[in-house]
C-alpha cells in the first residue's frame, strides 16, 4: 500500500473528494480572475449578453488619463505607507511592554484584540462620532491641550489622516498576537548568555530579538499592506457613500466599486482591478526580494 | 533599582492609555445608544448619561426590521461556514492522504488563487449570479464563500501533522476512507477545524461590500449592510445608530471573549490572514 502507484481508480476516488471545492473555486475564483483579465480588454460590453466586442488597450488608456484614478492610486499609497510603517512600529513596541507584564498579559491581549473581531461597517459608525467636528470626543479631548477642532470628516486635508487613524486603531490587536507569539519563540538562552557577556537591553534588541523575529516582521508588514491596499468599508461609512470632501478618499477600490456600481461601467472598473492585483503582487515580489537580505529564517 | 521601577511605571502607564483607546469606542457606542439625542450633542461631552435610556435599544431594534436581518446575518454566517469547512475537509483529506494524479498541478492552481484580491472578483462574480438570477438571494450571499483555498491550505497542515501510520492501521482494521476521515482525522485535528470555523464566522458576520452589492432587496440585507442604510435614514439621531451598531458588534465580541482561545490558535497556525 505503502509504495503502490497512482491509478485512475484512485484518482477517481480523490476526485471525489475534491469536486466540491473544485467546482465552486472554479466558479467564483478561477473564472473571475480570467474574465477580468478578458473584459479589461474590450472596448464595450454588453451586460445583457455577457459579451465585449472591440479588443483594445483602451480601458487601460483610460485609467492612465483619468485625474480621479490618478488620486485613487495616489491616496492608497499614501494611506498604504500611512498605516503599515506605523502599525508594525506600534504594535511591536506594545508586544514587546506586554512581555514585561506577564500577569495581566492576556487580559490586555483580550482588549488589543476587540477591534480586529468588530465589523469594520459598525465600528467606524461609531468612530463618525468620536471623528465628529463640533460633538466629537476626539476634537474635545484636543481642546484640553488648546488644539483647534479639526475637521476629520469634511476638511479634504485630513481625510487621509482620519482613515489611517482609524485603521492603524482597527487591526492593531492582529500584528500585536503574531508579534507575541514570535517574541515568545527566541529561546530564553541567548538573552541569559548575553547578558552574562554584558550585553545591554537595547544590544540584546537589536542584535538577538529582532533577527529572531524577522521572519514575523516580515508577515505582518506584507500582511498590513495587501489589507491596506484594499481598504473600502471605512470610507463608505465616514463619508456616507461617497469618497470624502473633493473625493480626498478616493482609493482603487472605491474607483473600482464606482466604476461598477454607480457608473455599470464593467470593463474601466475591470481594468482598475487589474491594476490593483499587478500592485499587489509587485509589492508582494518586492518584500519578498527585500526579505531575502534581511530576513533570518 | 528605582530607576527600572521607574520605568515599569511608565511602561505599564503606556500600556494602560493603549488600552483605553483601544476600549474607549466600545463604551462610547453604549454610552451615546442610552443617551437622548440632545444629550449625546453637549459640550463637554457626557461621559454616562443620569438617565441612561436602555429603552433604546428596542426602539431602535423595533424601528426597521433589524429580527429579520439578524436572521439573515445567522443564516448566511452559518451556511458558509458549514459548507466551507465541508468541501474544505473533503479537500485538504484528499491532498493530504490520498494519491491521485495531477495532484501538485491542481494544488499550485488553486493555491495561485490565494494571491488574488478578492474586489477583483467581485465584477465577474456579480455578473454570474445575474445570469443565474441569483441575485437577491440567499445562494447568492452564501455560495462564493462556500470553499476557500486558505482554509483547504491549512486544515492539510494540520492533516498532514497526523502520522501516515494512523491511517495505514485505519486501512487494516477494514475502514474506509470516508470513515477514517470523519472517525479518526476530523476528531484528532478538531482545534484546527474550530480555529477555522471561527475565523470564518467573524469574516462572514463582518462581511460588507459583497453582500451590499448582492442585495438590493431590502428584505435580504445582512446586519452591517442594513446598518449602514439604517444610519442613512435616521440621520442624525446618534444615539438609534450606536444602539444599531451594537446589534452588529455584540454577537461577535461575546464569541470572541468565549473563544479567544481558538481564534488565536487559527491565526497563528495559519499564520497568514488574507
Known sequence: MINQKTTWKQ?????????????????????????????????????????GTGVSLTNFIYLSK?????????????????????????????????NRFKKVR??????????????????????VWIYHSD?????????????????????????????????IWKNLGLNIILFLVALNSVPRQYYLSASLDGASTWQQFTNITLPL????????????????????????????????????????????????????????????????????????VLQNYVSRHYVHY | MSKKKAANILFFFILLLGAFIMIFPFFWMISTAVKTPSEAATVPPMLWPKHPHWGNFVDAFKSAPFARYLFNSLLVTFCTTAAQMFTSILAAFAFSKLKFWGKNVIFMIFLSTMMVPIEMLI??????????????????????????????????????SVPPQVYYAAKIDGASDWNYLWRVLVPICRSSIVAMSILEIIASWNDFLWPMIVTNDANMRTLPVAVSSFSNDVGTNYPFMMAAATFVVIPMIILYLILQKYIIQGITKGGLVG
Request: glycine share 4%; proline share 5%; charged share 5%.
Open chain 1, 11 to 51: 484518482t477517481l476516488h480523490a476526485l471525489l473528494y475534491l469536486a466540491p471545492m473544485m467546482i465552486l473555486l472554479t466558479i467564483f475564483f478561477l473564472y473571475p480572475i480570467l474574465s477580468t483579465f478578458v473584459m479589461s480588454i474590450f472596448k464595450n460590453y454588453d451586460f445583457y449578453r455577457n459579451v
Open chain 1, 66 to 98: 483619468d485625474p480621479l484614478f490618478h488620486r485613487a492610486v495616489i491616496n492608497t499609497f499614501v494611506f498604504v505607507l500611512g498605516v503599515v510603517p506605523a502599525s508594525v512600529i506600534i504594535s511591536l513596541g506594545i508586544s514587546l511592554l506586554l
Open chain 1, 106 to 127: 492576556s487580559l490586555f491581549q483580550t482588549i488589543y484584540f476587540l477591534p480586529y473581531v468588530t465589523s469594520t461597517v459598525a465600528i467606524a459608525m461609531v468612530w
Open chain 1, 135 to 167: 460633538y466629537g470626543v476626539l476634537n474635545f479631548i484636543l481642546g484640553l491641550f488648546h488644539t483647534k477642532p479639526i475637521g476629520w470628516l469634511n476638511d479634504p486635508h485630513y481625510t487621509l489622516l482620519t482613515l489611517i487613524i482609524f485603521s
Open chain 1, 213 to 284: 523575529i524577522s521572519p514575523t516582521t516580515f508577515l505582518v508588514t506584507i500582511n498590513a499592506m495587501i489589507a491596506s491596499f484594499k481598504v473600502f468599508d471605512q470610507i463608505y461609512v465616514f463619508y456616507h457613500n461617497t469618497a470624502g470632501p473633493n473625493n480626498s478618499g478616493m482609493t482603487i477600490v472605491y474607483y473600482l466599486y464606482q466604476k461598477f456600481y454607480t457608473e455599470n461601467n464593467y470593463p474601466v472598473a475591470s481594468a482598475a482591478g487589474v491594476v490593483l492585483f499587478v500592485i499587489i503582487i509587485i509589492a508582494t
Open chain 2, 123 to 160: 465584477i465577474p462574480n456579480y455578473v454570474t449570479l445575474t445570469k443565474a438570477h441569483l441575485i437577491n438571494s440567499y445562494l447568492a450571499l452564501i455560495l462564493p464563500w462556500s470553499a476557500s483555498f486558505f482554509t483547504v491550505f491549512t486544515l492539510r497542515q494540520a492533516f498532514n
